[in-house]
Nanobody, 129 residues
Framework: QVQLVESGGGLVQPGGSLRVSCAAS????????MGWYRQAPGKQRELVAN???????DYADSVKGRFTISRDNAENTVYLQMNSLKPEDTAVYYC???????????????????????WGQGTQVTVSS
């Protein structure tokens, strides 16, 4: 019932910029914290940045000053603007969201409110000359 769909990855030269987007859709009641994680080959998935519904953001030390996370609450969409990209930023970038959503109660003509944490399918970002 809930989907996170990412877009905007690709190949960029060192020093370049890229913006990735992630839109949440489905029977959503409220989206709380949204974030971006990344996973490079042979490495664990790590937090890049996250942002609360009120707009408070946190960043990994490795991207501070270069990446900016933002969101459009009306569209349930989170963005990651990546500037001054480095080869070590190469990874699959995953969107994550904590949210509340409506789920039909089986056998009844009623909906219940559920909480869940969801991941997008990932988008590849490659920084290379």
């Amino acid at each position: 019932q809930v989907q996170l769909v990412e877009s905007g990855g690709g190949l960029v030269q060192p020093g370049g910029s890229l913006r990735v987007s992630c839109a949440a859709s489905g029977s959503i009641f409220r989206v709380n914290t949204m974030g971006w994680y990344r996973q490079a080959p042979g490495k664990q998935r790590e937090l890049v940045a996250n942002i609360t519904s009120g707009g408070s953001a946190d960043y990994a030390d490795s991207v501070k000053g270069r990446f900016t996370i933002s969101r459009d609450n009306a569209e349930n969409t989170v963005y990651l603007q990546m500037n001054s990209l480095k080869p070590e930023d190469t990874a699959v970038y995953y969107c994550n969201a904590d949210l509340s959503f409506w789920q039909k109660i089986e056998g009844q003509n009623m909906m219940s409110l559920k909480d869940g944490n969801y991941w997008g399918q990932g988008t590849q970002v490659t920084v290379s000359s």
